[in-house]
């Protein structure tokens, strides 16, 4: 089955999901979408307390307009709103038609929707890419349902990022070029990413550092009645663009959920084998979903890991095993 061209739109957008229609009129379409999520969260981290936390706060304005029955001019604007800044994370125009989505400007990459875990917070030792949003990018999607496929690229994305901890980066000329393919059939849904970033900003090897990197990931799904699977295998090198520093990593995910009603629990195991003194780490989590509304949900999860913890400067450093970690919280969508 094609999907609509406003469908596609949606897909181009990345993060933003079509909720409230506010306009319908004349081949124009306009959505407005929100989130806003809230947890209390003890991560792994011993040196840090618990905390309650804005994890997610979004605002999402999407429109398609007809310009012929086979070809829409899409667009589309969204705003984060955490850490007590708004910014705006998403701002692109494009075509759609029958033939995929093509878009320009500031927004999310393919591989933005990388990985099957089904954690909120505790999934770490996950396969990261880094950097899957710029400035500057690229970015073609065409999904017909059974296959598809999806290839953005970063041109020379000289602007600031932003770290998962909220740490302001300058990138230096960051080029990142990512790409997708996929197929579903009956339950299963299987595909591959891609990834190489040139001068990607990231504290791997030096504080405010930049690194090169290259990397895939194998995901499938399957799904049959209220029991979902799924597992991916990825590889990842990282490279010091000071140095000759270089870390290779090998990441194997699993995970699990079963729905009762409106309940859901499911579990995973990810493993990050790592090529230097970090060794092999691990991370194991459960989780139950209550959906309260089709917009509304809340959730709690726990989780272990055997990664260590350093603080301080040398020589007065002090290294510590990782907090038992656990999270509960609320989200709701529009």
């Known amino acids: 089955m094609k999907k609509t061209l406003l469908a596609l739109a949606v897909v181009a957008a990345g ?14 379409k306009v959505d407005l979408s929100g989130a806003a999520e809230v947890q209390y969260r003890e991560d792994y981290n011993p040196f840090k307390d618990a905390e309650l936390r804005i994890d997610d706060a979004d605002l999402a304005i999407n429109t398609s307009i007809a310009i012929s029955e086979q070809l829409s001019a899409v667009a589309g604007t969204a705003f ?23 878009t320009f400007g500031r927004q999310y990459m393919i591989s ?4 099957i875990g ?15 949003n710029g400035n500057e990018v690229i970015k ?4 017909n349902g059974t296959f598809y496929f999806g290839a953005s690229h970063d041109l020379d994305d000289s602007g600031k990022v932003v770290s998962d901890e909220g740490e302001v980066y300058q990138d230096n000329d960051t080029r990142i070029t990512d790409a997708r393919i996929g197929y579903r059939v009956a339950g299963l849904d299987a595909r591959v990413y891609y990834y190489k970033g040139d001068a990607v900003a990231a504290d791997l090897f030096s504080k405010k550092g930049a690194v090169d990197l290259e990397g895939y990931n194998v995901e499938a799904e399957y799904g049959f009645g209220a029991l979902g699977l799924a597992a991916s295998f990825g590889q990842v090198e990282y490279k010091d663009v000071n140095s000759s520093s270089k870390v290779r990593g090998n990441i194997y995910q699993i ?5 009762i009603d409106k309940t859901t629990f499911a579990i995973g195991y990810n493993n990050y084998d790592r090529r230097d003194e970090a060794g092999d780490n691990y991370a194991v989590y459960a989780n139950v979903t209550q959906q309260l509304h089709s917009n509304v949900k809340v959730y709690a999860e726990i989780g272990d890991t055997n990664v260590k913890f350093t603080e301080g400067k ?3 450093t002090v290294t510590r095993s990782a907090d038992f970690g656990y999270v509960a919280g609320m989200e709701v969508k529009f």
Not at 80 to 102: C, H, I, K, P
Not at 118 to 132: N, P
Not at 140 to 143: E, G
Not at 255 to 259: G, I, L, M, V
């Open 15 to 28: 993060s933003a999901n079509a909720g409230i229609n506010l306009y319908d009129a004349n081949g124009v």
């Open 80 to 102: 984060e709103y955490e850490g007590g800044d708004v910014r705006n994370d998403e701002l692109w125009a494009g075509f759609s038609s029958d033939f995929g989505t093509l």
């Open 112 to 115: 933005d929707d990388s990985g």
């Open 118 to 132: 089904k954690d909120y917070e505790l999934g770490s030792e996950s396969i990261d890419f880094v950097q899957t």
């Open 140 to 143: 073609y999607v065409y999904d």
């Open 255 to 259: 995970a699990a959920d079963y729905t």
């Open 314 to 316: 040398a020589p007065n």
